[in-house]
C-alpha cells in the first residue's frame, strides 16, 4: 500500500528550527516530485516547497525561502524539510505529498496525488 508518513514536528520557540521528515513506504519516490505544504486553522493549505525526482530542482513559498531548505534522500525514500528562523505565522499542520513528475516540481496541492497525515508544527514562546 502506497504510504507517505510525516514526522519531526512540535514546539518550537520563535528562531528555532525543525526538521521534518517524509518517509514512503510501498512504492519508490524515485521518479516523484515530493512537495511541502502547510494548512493553519481557518486558512487554505498552501505549498511551501517542493524538490523534482533528482533533487536538483528546488522550488519555495516566498514566505519561506532562505529560512526552509528541502532535500531528499532517494536511497531512504525519504525527503526533508529543513526550517531555521521559525516564526508564530508558520504554525500549521505541514503535510507532504508525491506526484510522478520528471525533472521539475510544483508547489500546487491540485497537482498531487498522494498525501501523508500530517505534523503539527506549532511556534510559540
Known amino acids: 500500500q502506497l504510504q507517505l508518513v510525516e514526522s519531526g514536528g512540535g514546539l518550537v520557540q520563535p528562531g528555532g528550527s525543525l526538521r521534518l521528515s517524509c518517509a514512503a513506504s510501498g512504492f519508490t519516490l524515485d521518479y516523484y516530485a515530493i512537495g511541502w505544504f502547510r494548512q493553519a486553522p481557518g486558512k487554505e493549505r498552501e505549498g511551501v516547497s517542493c524538490?523534482?525526482?533528482?533533487?536538483?530542482?528546488?522550488n519555495y513559498a516566498d514566505s519561506v525561502k532562505g529560512r526552509f531548505t528541502i532535500s531528499r534522500d532517494n536511497a531512504k525514500n525519504t525527503v526533508y524539510l529543513q526550517m531555521n528562523s521559525l516564526k508564530p505565522e508558520d504554525t500549521a499542520v505541514y503535510y507532504c505529498?508525491?506526484?510522478?513528475?520528471?525533472?521539475?516540481?510544483?508547489?500546487?496541492?491540485?497537482?498531487?496525488?498522494?498525501w501523508g497525515q500530517g505534523t503539527q508544527v506549532t511556534v510559540s514562546s
Open positions: 524538490i523534482s525526482d533528482s533533487g536538483a530542482i528546488t
Open positions: 505529498a508525491a506526484e510522478v513528475r520528471i525533472n521539475s516540481c510544483l508547489t500546487s496541492v491540485d497537482d498531487y496525488d498522494y
